[in-house]
Each structure stands twice: as C-alpha cells, then as structure tokens.
C-alpha cells in the first residue's frame, strides 16, 4: 500500500521534472553562477580562477567610464523610446480608437516591424542610413536639404540619435497594440454617461480614460524600459558600437568584455549591476503606479 | 440644417486627416521593407544609382545566388530546425508541467511553480555569461544541443504559465470519467487534457516561433561553425564577409523575413490577441 503511494506521488513528479531539470540547469545554475563569477578574476579557460571579493564591482563602479557611458547612452535611447515613441503609439491607439474605417488593416501594419528581427531591421536602416548611397541623403537632396547629408551612422553626432530612431520604428508598433487594447477594454457605457452629464471631450479624457488606462500605461513603460535598455541586436547589426564608444550599450560592453578581452569575472560584475539596476528601476515604477492608483 | 452640415463636414475633414497620418504611418512601415525586396532584384553595378521601386528587369536569379552560392538554403534549413525542435520541445515539456500545476497534487507544487514563472519577471542580462561558461563545461559550444536546449528552457515560463491558466480554466468532468474508466494520469494528460489545450498551444508556438526565427545574441556566442548557424547568424556573417554585394544581401534578408511575414499575416489575429490578453488582464 504505502509503496503503491510513493509510486504515485513519484508519478506527479516526473510531469515537472523535464522543466525542472531544464530550469535548473539553463536559468537557476547560471543566474547563480554569475554572483560567484562577479568576485573572481577569470580569463574563462584557465582552470583556475583568483578570489578578488568586490575588486570587480570598485573598478566597475569608479574605474571605467566606458560602462556608465555605455549606460547613459542605453538611457538616452530609452528616454527618447519612452516619450516619443510612446506618444506616438497613443496617438496611434486613440484615432484607431473611433471605430475608423480600416482599422484592422492599420494595425497590421503598425505591427509588422515589431515581428521582425533586430538584425534584419538594421541590417536594412544600415542602408538607408549610408553615407554614399543611402536614401536618407538622396531624400534630402531632393527636397533641397543636401547640406545635411552625411553618413548618420558613423558620424558621431548623429550616431546614437539614428539607432534610437531605428529602435522606435521597431517598437512603436507594439506599443500601440498594447495600448489600443487597453482603450477597448473601456467600457463604452461610461463614456456615455460622462456625455449625457455634460462633460466635454477633456473631463472625459481626464477623468475617465487617463484614470482607467494607468496599469496599461505602466505595463508599457516597464516594457519599454527593460526592452531598451537590454538592446542589442539593432546596434550590432548597424554600428557594432561605434563610431568610438558612441553607441555602446550595456549589453554590447558585457559582450565585449568577455569574448572580447576575455574578462569574465568582471564581465559578471557588469552584469550583476546592470540585472540589479533594471530591477530596482522596476520596482520603482509598479510602486509609483500603486500610488497613483490609490490617490 | 446648415449647422447640421457643418457637424458633417467638419467630421469628414478630421477623418480625413486621421487617415492621411495613418496612411504616412503606415508607409514608413512598409517602405523599408518593399525598398529592402525592390533592391535584391537589381544588380551590384545598378543597385546604387536605379533607385525604382519598381526595377524594369527583375533579377531573379540574385536569389539563386543568395540560396545556392551564399549558404542562405543552409541557414534556412537550420532555422527551421531550430525552430522546430525548440517549439516541440517546449510545447511537450511546458504542457507537462503546466498540466502537473494544474490537475496533480504534489508536496512543494506552489513554490516550484512560482520559481519556474520567476525568469519572466526578473531581468538577468548577466546569466548569459554564465550560460557560455556551463555550455562551454558541457562540451555544448558550437553543437546544435547547445542552441536548442537554452531556448527551449527559456520558452517554458510563459508556456507554464500560459498553459496552466488554460488547464485551470478547463471542466474537470471529462478527465473524471476517463480516470474512472481506467486511464492513468500520462494517457489522461496526452489524449484529453492537450488535445483540448490546442488554442493556448497555438498561441505559445507562434511567440515561440517568433522568438527563435529572430534570436540572435545566443547564436552568436554559441555557434561559429557556418553549417550551424540560423538565418539570423548567417546574415551577419554574409554582411562581414560581402560587404558590397547588396542585392545578394537584401535577396538574404527576404529570404530571412518571408517565412516571419507569411506566419503572421495567416495569424495576425491570434498573435495580437495573444500580446494584448496578457497586457491588459495583467
């Protein structure tokens, strides 16, 4: 009796333990393996690796300026993601909003970057873009703007501002459909009722719709922080980080601080402070998005 | 009635507007694109000056060369693999667990479910390090395992989670009256349970295929054997090694983005649905 129990308790057990052993060993080994590798100097071969406690985390912190411009240039993407990138996906989601005619097909089409790749996204911005022969020149050149031309990415002025804007021509689309989503799940009713007291379009924007749509505004501005901050592949595709450190981002100096100058402890350190920024960042905004809610 | 056709009038020229911004919105979406598949048909001696969207003869043949000489149908052929056997993989393993969640009564099955659901949540840009390092251990660099094991252990949070709110949702009776009839929990699981689950399993292979189509920072580090590598890899390699030879790269990039653009034009609806269920009951 009591083996036949074990054996069926057993039984339960192996439903889970494929994701478990998975899990276990691609998420929880590596997430903290890292914490181990971020206090110790590893070139990522030599079997052996010298303890240096917060070494890493005192030289990252005071020690490479690289990294915390990296940061600030990840930072300056995000803003310019979270603000105009955003106000375009809501101004896209409130006239999609009024029952237009052709809706469905505009959101189609407002989603199809977002389903695409970063590399193949700017592996075609790299053309448009280009110095010689990039549209972007030829379209300012015929409207009479051919002083402007140059080649955007590579010119150190332009660099960052051009990556942003191949970012948000990614991403807008998404947060439009996030947000259009959240306007529909507004019950028509109130706004009815808000007319019919005699509210103008302004109270009923204030008052009903701006109110209601605070989770969704939050869901999209954490998602739209942890997404651009982490970019990536956008910048590996067009400018590998450069012209100089111009375009380097958080991940790409992880990256090139291990397969690059082999440092993988230090590496780990970056990532542990990074990981540690992201989350605090979050957790800001879900408790500022809590206060809101209750005032 | 003047004021009436004021009313009307007014309308018509704000709807007309809106359309005009969402019709330019709408262009600088598509352009990049069709520019992208106007260019593969030209060649390398007129792809820099005919600037047509529309090129007068069609060079087809570009994607001969892309597919035949430049390895493309090798990636291509990889990338379906990849994509395959990782959605596979996390369909079977995430329905498992998420159907053990939902129906099976085990010691600890809250805890292990909510640290299975936690990598959905926490950001840990550094664990990719420490993932080189074990497959690295594992002798799993440059092996198709080492590609495809990570990735489906990184679809399993939201297939767990996706799965088990379905299972949640779903009547018990006829799981009962299979169980009376003498099925055991595995033939319950595989005959009734996932056969009704086919609207969440649809939603998750698409994300998933999605994701694994367009990964790429885990093929990059992972693989730098040329017969192994996914579109996505592949690409960037063509790029290092051709610099010039645009037509052949924007005929890649075509081949690369047709099998995504098919997929979700047959499902848009099911994938928008999908990102906005989450977003808005969240």
């Known amino acids: 009796m009591n083996f036949q129990k074990i054996r069926h308790l057993a039984g339960n057990y192996i439903f889970v333990l494929p994701a478990f052993l998975l899990f276990a060993t691609f998420s929880l080994y590596p997430f903290l393996k890292v914490f181990q590798l971020s206090?110790?100097?590893?070139?990522?071969?030599?079997?052996?690796?010298?303890?240096?406690?917060?070494?890493?985390?005192?030289?990252?912190?005071?020690?490479n300026p690289v990294f915390w411009n990296s940061m600030g240039n990840a930072l300056f993407v995000t803003v310019l993601a979270l603000?105009?990138?955003?106000?375009?996906?809501?101004?896209?989601?409130?006239?999609?909003?009024?029952?237009?005619?052709?809706?469905?097909?505009?959101?189609?089409?407002f989603y199809l970057p977002p389903v695409l790749s970063g590399i193949v996204v700017g592996l075609i911005w790299n053309w448009i873009y280009d110095?010689?022969?990039?549209?972007?020149?030829?379209?300012?050149?015929?409207?009479?703007?051919?002083?402007?031309?140059?080649?955007?990415?590579?010119?150190?002025?332009?660099?960052?501002?051009?990556?942003?804007?191949i970012h948000m021509w990614k991403g807008f689309g998404w947060g439009f459909v996030i947000l259009l989503a959240g306007l529909q799940s507004i019950p028509r009713e109130l706004y009815e009722a808000a007319r019919v007291d005699g509210a103008n379009s302004w109270t009923v924007f204030r008052n009903i719709t701006?109110?209601?749509?605070?989770?969704?505004?939050?869901?999209?501005?954490?998602?739209?922080?942890?997404?651009?901050?982490?970019?990536?592949?956008?910048?590996?595709?067009?400018?590998?980080?450069?012209?100089?450190?111009?375009?380097?981002?958080?991940?790409?100096?992880?990256?090139?601080t291990m397969v690059g100058s082999s440092q993988f402890g230090y590496a780990c350190a970056m990532g542990v402070?990074?990981?540690?920024?992201?989350?605090?960042?979050?957790?800001?905004?879900?408790?500022?998005?809590?206060?809101?809610?209750?005032? | 009635m003047s004021e009436i056709n004021y009313e009307i009038v007014k309308k018509r020229a704000i709807n007309f507007f809106v359309h005009v911004f969402l019709i330019l919105v709408s262009l600088s979406c598509l352009f990049p694109l069709w520019w992208a598949f106007a260019s593969s048909l030209k060649t390398q001696a007129t792809v820099f000056t005919d600037l047509s969207l529309f090129p007068?003869?069609?060079?087809?043949?570009?994607?001969?060369?892309?597919?035949?000489?430049?390895?493309?149908?090798?990636?291509?052929?990889?990338?379906?693999?990849?994509?395959?056997?990782?959605?596979?993989?996390?369909?079977?393993?995430?329905?498992?667990?998420?159907?053990?969640?939902?129906r099976l009564q085990f010691a600890g099955r809250n805890i292990l479910f909510l640290v299975l659901i936690s990598t959905m949540m926490i950001p840990?840009?550094?664990?990719?390090?420490?993932?080189?390092?074990?497959?690295?251990?594992?002798h799993l660099i440059d092996t198709r395992l080492g590609y495809i094991l990570p990735q489906i252990n990184g679809g399993l949070a939201l297939g767990i989670f996706l799965l088990k709110t379905f299972f949640d949702d779903l009547p018990k009776e006829l799981e009962d009256s299979a169980r009376i009839d003498g099925c055991g929990r595995f033939r319950v699981y595989w005959h009734i349970a996932l056969p009704l689950a086919k609207p969440a399993i649809a939603v998750l292979a698409i994300f998933n295929i999605l994701a694994v189509w367009n990964e790429y920072i885990l093929a990059m580090l992972v693989l730098s054997n040329k017969s192994l590598m996914p579109l996505q890899r592949g690409l960037m390699v063509f790029q290092g090694s051709h610099v010039t030879q645009y037509p052949l790269l924007m005929a890649g990039i075509v081949i690369t983005i047709l099998p995504v653009l098919v997929i979700y034009l047959m499902l848009q609806k099911h994938i928008i649905?999908?990102?906005?269920?989450?977003?808005?009951k969240g």
Request: proline letters at 4%.
């Open chain 1, 39 to 63: 206090v110790m100097s590893w070139d990522g071969i030599s079997p052996e690796m010298t303890y240096v406690g917060l070494g890493n985390f005192k030289d990252l912190l005071l020690d």
């Open chain 1, 83 to 109: 603000t105009a990138q955003n106000l375009l996906a809501l101004v896209l989601a409130f006239l999609c909003d009024r029952d237009i005619r052709g809706g469905n097909i505009y959101r189609v089409i």
């Open chain 1, 131 to 165: 110095g010689n022969y990039g549209l972007l020149n030829h379209f300012l050149g015929f409207i009479g703007l051919g002083d402007l031309s140059r080649a955007w990415l590579s010119d150190p002025k332009t660099a960052l501002a051009a990556v942003a804007v």
């Open chain 1, 210 to 256: 701006v109110p209601l749509m605070i989770p969704v505004f939050v869901l999209v501005s954490i998602l739209t922080i942890l997404g651009t901050m982490q970019i990536f592949d956008i910048i590996i595709a067009t400018t590998g980080g450069g012209p100089g450190y111009h375009t380097e981002v958080p991940i790409t100096r992880i990256v090139q």
């Open chain 1, 273 to 295: 402070v990074f990981g540690v920024i992201l989350l605090v960042v979050s957790m800001i905004q879900i408790r500022v998005s809590k206060m809101m809610r209750q005032v």
């Open chain 2, 56 to 102: 007068k003869i069609p060079h087809w043949e570009n994607y001969y060369d892309a597919w035949i000489k430049s390895n493309f149908s090798l990636y291509f052929l990889n990338s379906l693999f990849y994509t395959a056997t990782v959605v596979i993989g996390v369909i079977l393993i995430a329905s498992m667990a998420a159907y053990a969640f939902s």
């Open chain 2, 124 to 138: 840990i840009p550094g664990s990719i390090i420490a993932l080189y390092v074990l497959l690295n251990k594992l």
């Open chain 2, 273 to 280: 649905k999908g990102i906005t269920a989450g977003a808005v």
